[in-house]
């Protein structure tokens, strides 16, 4: 019933109701104290590491507080831009209404650097103040015209994104950058949400949002047609990759664009969880080689992974390719 659907949502939330928090162990690792909000944390830590291997300064161990909040925002500016695609109207950031005070009570960057963690952890666990429908009644929108006054947005808001809402303000200022219609659009089933609404883990929809700025279903390269419908894959070398171990029990094969990202780091997914990997050595990840490049496009018209194409698509394969396609060559072949 009503309640028992209340109840659920309620549960989910509060599983997904944590800020952005640095880990004292390793500081340049986020923590995650629930399960679900892997699906937003994973790939904003791996866009910190990139961030992080391109700086000058190689001293990521040994990260302090204002490394740590540049970095960050480093990181969310990033995925926003990225999401930000020609059909968006604006860059948008979710955040609290304006005189709301729960923003001064769980300001982080106001606390003694002894209690910082402590109240890092209680801002982001607790949620005895605010409930689903409360919270939601307390988002406010603020949208920008140019990405320079939105960068300097989200560095004013940086004690917002480690307060204990700041993983859903920052889904949802993504979601808003990037359009409700926009991400509609790529979805194959409009109906299916981002956020599982019974177990509360992130769709590979939000998961490729975050990792390439398309809300797309599927992890290979291209689009594929099936049944005369057309499933959206992706289109280009992602900054940082994606694998899966349900690759290995064939339940999707993952595309090079996302096997071969620019810098060497990774998503990787399992059953339940995603964990970030990565190597200092760049050369770990090469530009695409000419017969990577030819086997990329052979599988966009062999969706089946059957080993061959029909002759009437070599013609368009070699086209692709950038090969002689003149029809009577194509023939001789």
Not at 150 to 179: C, E, P, Q
Not at 186 to 193: H, L, T, Y
Not at 283 to 293: D, F, H, I, R
């Amino acid at each position: 019933g009503k309640k028992t659907s209340q109840s659920l949502a309620d549960t989910i939330f509060s599983r997904w109701t944590q800020g952005f928090v640095f880990s004292d162990s390793e500081p340049t690792a986020l923590e995650q104290f629930e399960g679900g909000p892997c699906a937003v944390i994973a790939p904003v830590q791996a866009f910190l590491l990139k961030k992080l291997f391109t700086c000058e300064k190689s001293t990521w161990r040994q990260s302090q507080e204002e490394d740590q909040k540049n970095l960050l925002c480093h990181a969310l500016c990033e995925i926003l831009e990225m999401t930000c695609s020609d059909q968006s109207e604006s860059y948008c950031l979710a955040t609290w209404q304006r005189g709301n005070p729960e923003e001064k009570t769980t300001n982080v960057s106001e606390s003694s650097a002894e209690s910082s963690h402590q109240e890092e952890h209680s801002s982001a666990l607790a949620v005895e103040e605010f409930g689903f429908e409360r919270f939601h009644a307390l988002i406010h929108k603020c949208a920008y015209a140019n990405f320079s006054d939105f960068k300097d947005a989200v560095w004013n808001h940086r004690a917002m994104w480690a307060n204990k809402f700041g993983v859903l303000l920052f889904l949802y200022s993504v979601i808003l950058t990037k359009g409700i219609e926009n991400i509609k659009n790529e979805i194959e089933d409009s109906a299916e949400p981002l956020i599982d609404p019974v177990y509360g883990h992130g769709s590979q929809n939000l998961i490729n949002l975050l990792l390439t700025g398309f809300a797309v279903s599927n992890v290979w390269d291209g689009d594929r047609e099936c049944s005369g419908m057309k499933l959206l894959g992706i289109h280009k070398q992602g900054a940082v990759g994606f694998l899966t171990v349900m690759e290995s029990l064939r339940y999707c094969k993952v595309g090079s664009y996302l096997k071969s990202p620019k810098f060497p780091i990774w998503i990787l997914g399992s059953e339940t969880h995603l964990t970030v990997f990565f190597a200092k050595d760049v050369g770990l990840v090469t530009p695409e080689a000419p017969s990577e490049q030819a086997k990329r496009v052979f599988q966009t018209y062999d969706p089946e992974d059957n080993g061959f194409i029909l002759d009437a698509l070599l013609e368009d394969v070699m086209k692709a390719l950038d090969l002689v396609s003149d029809p009577d060559y194509v023939n001789l072949m």
